[in-house]
């Protein structure tokens, strides 16, 4: 037992240390995943076209585009530092995850009519690029599962702003309907990050590796209980919730598009929902509920 302890301790600071970019002082100042390409600069928002007055939601897409962030790529469900795709609550094969694309098409067609165009490390200023790479599939249905990285910055000052969050969704949606105007668009809001403190706090290897780096404006000082620490969590949560209220507000606008009515945010993971190797990630568990919550909500009549 003792031998099995060391190990997963070493595996657990390695993971830490090349999510890093291999060394641990880099953790200070950025999440362990990339930042996206011109995540500083939001690109301005173009008028999405209006929904038809009779356009009604389809319950039964026949194809399933996939974009957003790392929890799309299912990084860490199967291995340390990896993506795995195919286990992707969004447009995965594993039958452990039964993904949303597997639920709608059926595991043939899923293989040949869904593309996961999601990129680790992705924040929301990506998200207008990605849509125009979905839109070229003519997808019937588009996932997004975007944000957890724009709130999710070394220190508070660096989330994203509320209204550069909101103008570069709104500018995704505009490009994924200029060249697919009839997809529809499932939107995940954004998980409740001070959730994933309050759960991986109580784990002796989730502390290990959040001390160094991971998620540094929620998670860092994890065992600090002290009133600036709780202030600093709730000012990431408080975002958080802005973003989400950004997302369903935006896309109540089209009757093309679906917000998850906040069931992400509210679902109450516990560990067994989380990557081993990094207790951020959903492990495979939990990309099959994050497959369930958007499956009951896109089929909904």
């Not at 301790?9 to 953790?27: D, E, H």
């Not at 990605?130 to 990285?149: I, R, S, Y």
């Not at 492990?283 to 499956?295: C, F, M, T």
Request: hydrophobic residues 45%; charged residues 20%; aromatic residues 6%.
């Amino acid at each position: 037992m003792r031998g099995r302890h060391r190990f997963r301790t070493v595996v657990a600071v390695a993971t830490a240390a090349l999510l890093c970019g291999g060394t641990l002082s880099g953790c200070a100042s950025e999440t362990p995943e990339a930042a996206a390409p011109g995540a500083g600069s939001t690109p301005p928002p173009a008028p999405a076209s209006p929904p038809s007055p009779t356009s009604r939601w389809d319950v039964s897409p026949a194809s399933v585009a996939a974009v957003g962030d790392s929890m799309t790529r299912a990084f860490d469900a199967c291995s340390v530092l990896s993506d795995c795709p195919e286990a992707s609550w969004a447009t995965g094969t594993d039958t452990a995850v039964n993904s949303l694309a597997v639920r709608l098409l059926g595991p043939e067609k899923a293989a040949t009519h869904s593309w996961n165009l999601a990129r680790t490390g992705a924040r929301m200023a990506e998200l207008p690029e990605q849509m125009a790479g979905a839109a070229a599939e003519e997808p019937a249905l588009v996932t997004v599962m975007m944000g957890a990285n724009d709130a999710c910055r070394a220190t508070p000052d660096l989330m994203t702003p509320v209204e550069d969050f909101r103008a570069s969704f709104e500018a995704a949606l505009a490009r994924l309907w200029a060249g697919a105007p009839k997809a529809q668009v499932y939107v995940a809001s954004v998980p409740d990050l001070k959730h994933l403190w309050s759960t991986g706090r109580l784990s002796p290897m989730g502390l290990k590796v959040w001390k160094l780096g991971i998620c540094g404006a929620m998670l860092a000082d994890a065992e600090d209980l002290g009133p600036a620490a709780e202030r600093r969590r709730a000012a990431v949560r408080d975002r958080v919730v802005a973003y989400n209220e950004a997302l369903a507000q935006v896309c109540a606008g089209d009757a093309r598009c679906r917000y998850d009515d906040g069931a992400v945010f509210a679902f109450r993971f516990d560990g067994s929902q989380l990557s081993p190797w990094d207790w951020f990630h959903p492990s495979k568990d939990g990309q099959a509920r994050l497959a369930e919550l958007a499956y009951r909500r896109i089929t909904e009549e």
